[in-house]
């Protein structure tokens, strides 16, 4: 392999020292301008990159956060990590994303490399709700936020969207539409969004007089399209179809629908149907899915701004808060009768 070319190889190939290359790259203007053009065409010459690990040990500074989402899959966390990319961004900082795939040890994992790296900051969904796996971002001193999570035992800056009013919005809703029979669909209940929003749900079928077992609950093993096609085969199963389901993001909606589509199950005239997220797939279904909306890009970017300004110049004066943002719900053709011919 042809080894990297260093910048002792650029001030020898253009004559200059050491010293100046170092000012082309990080002080132009204290440079004269032909030996900038002579030292820059050498750079390019040569395809010489700068090491961004030796400038960090010069700064004591990393210019990378880290961020660890649960599903890369899920429209809805490419928003988020859209949202924090654009506020890394301009800041003059890079975002290094990874993917716990919401098992606790890919996390555990994860976030022993962040240590390892000395990343400036980390950027986590947590999937053990616990707290445990952040522990070593404390014994290390490396600033963190949580993403779309509260987790009680964290002592850092959070940013979450009140799920638990998200869940009401939706079933409000859906009584509204003069449902009674509804069914919910989870993914797996460790995860507190799943929980919330459940809570939700039951807290509106509670303000319309209901009892909890008005709510029946399918808990699906995962949060995607196949768990939500798995999802509608157990709805179909059931002695008394329900009236409406709510599912615990659009995912899982979008695979509920496949599997009542293909029953010849109307939707909306048979079964009402609510997402949540509404990520961009939930407007563009076969039927337009009603949806809990999250801001998720704000999310991102409200979340990467209290981590930088964690890390930044003004530190020492840094307190750490929790953002809670308010969800919205979206109604489309999924939750609207359609008119007979």
């Known amino acids: 392999m042809r080894r990297p070319v260093g910048i002792k190889d650029v001030a020898g190939a253009a004559g200059v020292s050491v010293g100046t290359v170092s000012n082309v790259i990080n002080r132009p203007e204290s ?13 390019e010459r040569l395809g010489y990159v700068r090491s961004e690990s030796a400038r960090q040990l010069r700064a004591g500074r990393s210019r990378i956060l880290a961020m660890l989402v649960l599903d890369m899959a899920n429209p809805f966390f490419v928003a988020v990590a859209s949202g924090a990319e654009r506020s890394a961004r301009a800041a003059g900082l890079g975002v290094m994303l990874c993917n716990s795939a919401e098992s606790p040890a890919e996390e555990a994992t994860y976030l022993n490399l962040f240590s390892e790296q000395q990343v400036r900051g980390v950027l986590v969904t947590p999937a053990d709700m616990s707290g445990r796996n952040l522990d070593a971002f404390r014994r290390h001193g490396i600033p963190f936020v949580l993403v779309d999570r509260i987790v009680p035992s964290a002592d850092g800056c959070s940013v979450s969207v009140d799920d638990v009013a998200g869940g009401a919005l939706a079933v409000r809703h859906l009584l509204r539409r003069g449902c009674r029979e509804i069914a ?13 929003r459940r809570e939700g749900a039951l807290l509106a079928l509670a303000e319309a007089g209901l ?3 008005a709510l029946r609950h399918v808990e699906a093993a995962r949060l995607d399209v196949v768990a939500g096609r798995d999802a509608g085969a157990r709805l179909l199963g059931m002695e008394s179809r329900p009236s409406a389901v709510f599912c615990a993001n ?11 589509y293909h029953a010849g199950i109307r939707v909306p005239e048979d079964v009402a149907l609510v997402g949540y997220d509404d990520i961009e797939f939930a407007s563009a279904a076969a039927v337009p899915l009603t949806s809990v909306r999250q801001p998720a890009f704000q999310l991102g970017g409200a979340a990467a701004d209290l981590l930088i300004e964690e890390t930044g110049e003004d530190a020492a004066r840094h307190e750490h808060r929790r953002i809670v943002l308010q969800p919205e719900l979206v109604v489309r053709a999924s939750t609207l009768a359609r008119p007979h011919p």
């Open 184 to 196: 919910y669909v989870s993914g797996p209940m460790h995860l507190a969004q799943c929980r919330n």
């Open 31 to 43: 440079v004269t301008e032909e030996t900038r053009r002579r030292v820059l065409s050498t750079i």
């Open 211 to 213: 009892p909890p077992e």
């Open 250 to 260: 659009d995912l899982l909606a979008l695979g509920v629908l496949q599997t009542l």
